[in-house]
């Protein structure tokens, strides 16, 4: 474990948490709805369950579980809901309040694709190909919301590329490596005051101050690499033990900052900020790293109809420790996120009715890496949570699979107390209140043995 300092540079600065807001279904970042029946376990077979080559993906030795050419393709729906309530924001100074905006709500929809594909090499070797979605987040606010100078939109996709070798050590054991490239594209926005700052500058009255916006957007793109581990052992006929390790990749996003302001007092203040040459359009790199993580599990066949499975997975969010702005080389400003490394811990089972129909459930916890509330941000409304799953598998014949899952996410309640007297709020002010979170997924998959 160790502390990395995550080095923004941009034309301007942006503020904190950038790229970091939460999926309500997972702490950080992260995004696990990676196969339906893993889903429908509530992940507690992410490390052991090893059903099918979509396991893959959270344990790379799954696929020497999976007997011959297999083939697994998979979609998970993503409905999170979060909403600020008792909310309140002001300028840094507090002569005035921001408490216009009606909505507090900045939930979002998100897909979440899936692929793996798995071949025999030889007696003791498997070659895997998955690609998946590891890390992602969708949140946007309303133009005018309360905590708009904080946050507006928050977007990232990750794509995982992920080619991988199994090597079949013994009758029992397992031993698997893959190669990671990672594609990760991003946009991210926030409102300006221009109000407040022609105010200060004593060219607007008072009265602007919340009602001449302006608007800041930054995209980027870029590809980084990585490599994850695992190990399969089946200790006995009835009881299987997992363990995987995903490396950590490091990103330099390279793309575009760009202002603009609808507003006609705003428009005019932004042609004099930028006639003094702040606050122009510019490229910008942005240094990003997405976490490492490790799965623990194990799968226990307690009859030929039911099964029970547990998992622990850890998550380096500590990589996320400091935000540093830079604009010509020179730091703008420096924001401590001080993210916690995380667990999450889940169980599940499984019941096989009959030769097609096989029943999931499984229910989990989830540690969020935010440690307080004065780091929680609008782009991390992020707390603990709880999830419980349901799911089913039909099989119409013996190599075609079915499966369908779905989860509800309990967020607990989290605080918020960004302060304007931090350096890095000195343009965003005040935003305090209380996070409601929650969030519902729909995952459905097929699965193909040749």
Do not use: C
Not at 269 to 279: E, I, S, Y
């Amino acid at each position: 474990m160790h502390n990395k300092l995550n080095k923004i540079t941009v034309a301007v600065t942006l503020g904190s948490a950038l790229l970091a807001a939460s999926q309500a279904s997972a702490s950080g970042f992260q995004v696990r709805e990676q196969s339906a029946k893993a889903l429908g376990n509530a992940m507690a077979g992410a490390a052991a369950g090893a059903e099918d080559v979509s396991y893959m993906t959270y344990n790379p030795a799954a696929i020497g579980n999976a007997e011959g050419t297999q083939l697994a393709g998979g979609i998970s729906f993503i409905d999170a809901q979060f909403e600020l309530t008792d909310a309140s924001a002001s300028p840094a100074d507090k002569d005035n309040s921001y408490n216009l905006g009606v909505s507090r709500q900045g939930g979002e929809e998100a897909w979440v694709p899936s692929f793996a594909f798995k071949t025999d090499l030889n007696e003791r070797m498997d070659f895997g190909l998955s690609v998946s979605a590891p890390y992602g987040l969708s949140t946007k606010y309303d133009n005018d919301w309360i905590g708009r100078y904080h946050a507006i939109e928050t977007e990232l996709e990750t794509i995982d590329i992920q080619p991988t070798f199994n090597y079949q050590a013994t009758d029992r054991l397992d031993l698997a490596f893959g190669l990671r490239a990672q594609y990760a594209d991003a946009t991210l926005s926030r409102a300006i005051d221009l109000g407040y700052a022609g105010a200060k500058l004593g060219q607007l009255p008072q009265a602007a101050i919340g009602n001449a916006d302006g608007m800041v957007e930054v995209t980027g793109d870029d590809w980084g690499y990585g490599y994850t581990l695992g190990a399969l052992f089946q200790a006995t006929d009835q009881t299987r033990l997992g363990i995987s390790y995903r490396s950590e990749v490091d990103l330099t996003l390279e793309g575009d900052v760009r202002y603009r302001s609808d507003n006609p007092t705003g428009q005019q203040v932004l042609a004099g900020v930028q006639a003094m040459g702040k606050r122009r359009d510019a490229g910008g790199t942005a240094d990003l790293t997405t976490p490492a993580n490790m799965n623990l599990g194990i799968y226990h066949e307690v009859s030929d109809r039911f099964a029970l499975m547990a998992n622990a997975e850890w998550t380096e969010w500590s990589s996320f420790d400091e935000l540093v702005v830079e604009s010509g080389g020179q730091d703008i400003s420096t924001t401590e996120e001080n993210w916690n490394d995380t667990w999450a811990f889940s169980v599940g089972a499984n019941y096989k009715v009959n030769r097609q129909w096989l029943l999931r459930a499984g229910v989990g916890v989830d540690e969020s890496p935010v440690p307080d509330a004065e780091h929680r941000t609008p782009r991390v409304p992020d707390a603990d949570r709880q999830w419980a799953t349901l799911g089913a598998t039909w099989m119409p014949t013996t190599d075609l699979s079915v499966t369908a899952g779905y989860m509800r996410v309990f967020g607990d309640d989290g605080d918020i107390n960004q302060s304007g007297a931090k350096p890095e709020n000195a343009t965003r002010g005040d935003l305090s209140g209380t996070y409601e979170v929650s969030a519902d997924v729909f995952a459905l998959s097929l699965g193909y043995r040749f």
